[in-house]
């Protein structure tokens, strides 16, 4: 009888041993889940800021610098709100670049408007990588402009 009981308390850690090691893998897998499933979800907040501020552009006469396009980007609105430095998702007005470019020779009507978000600084959440990768065009959109 004691040899299956000292058998039994063997089995009994053995599996507390595995199951440490199985939680381990698992939830370094699923941190590792959260932070991609969170660029995604920047990138994708991202894109849609861009297009909304670029849908605005095309349609408004241009300013001569893109700065309210710059304010639709980063507040969703063509005027900075006062006092505010950041926008949207800790945006700078350095990290919204806004650039028109000329229609060519061939075709003069072929003004485009380009919106790039640049330097943007993603913080990773797994606690392995823990730093800040800083994605040089994390998005660019381009669009004719419409309005002459």
Not at 118 to 123: E, H, I, L, Q, R
Request: aromatic content about 8%; charged content about 20%; overall charge positive.
């Amino acid at each position: 009888m004691r040899l299956r009981i000292k058998s039994r308390n063997a089995r009994s850690g053995q599996a507390l041993v595995e199951s440490a090691l199985i939680l381990l893998v698992f939830i370094t897998t699923l941190i590792g889940i959260l932070d991609v499933s969170q660029l995604l979800f920047i990138h994708q907040s991202l894109v849609e800021r861009v297009r909304e501020g670029l849908r605005w552009g095309i349609v408004q006469p241009w300013d001569g610098t893109g700065d309210k396009i710059q304010n639709m980007v980063l507040w969703r609105t063509s005027t900075a709100p006062s006092g505010q430095t950041l926008g949207f998702l800790n945006l700078q007005k350095a990290n919204v670049l806004v650039t028109r470019t000329a229609g060519t020779v061939d075709n003069p009507n072929d003004e485009r408007i380009s919106i790039a978000i640049v330097n943007y600084d993603f913080k990773f959440f797994t606690p392995y990588i823990a730093k800040t990768f800083q994605n040089n065009t994390a998005v660019l959109e381009s669009a004719p402009l419409l309005y002459k």
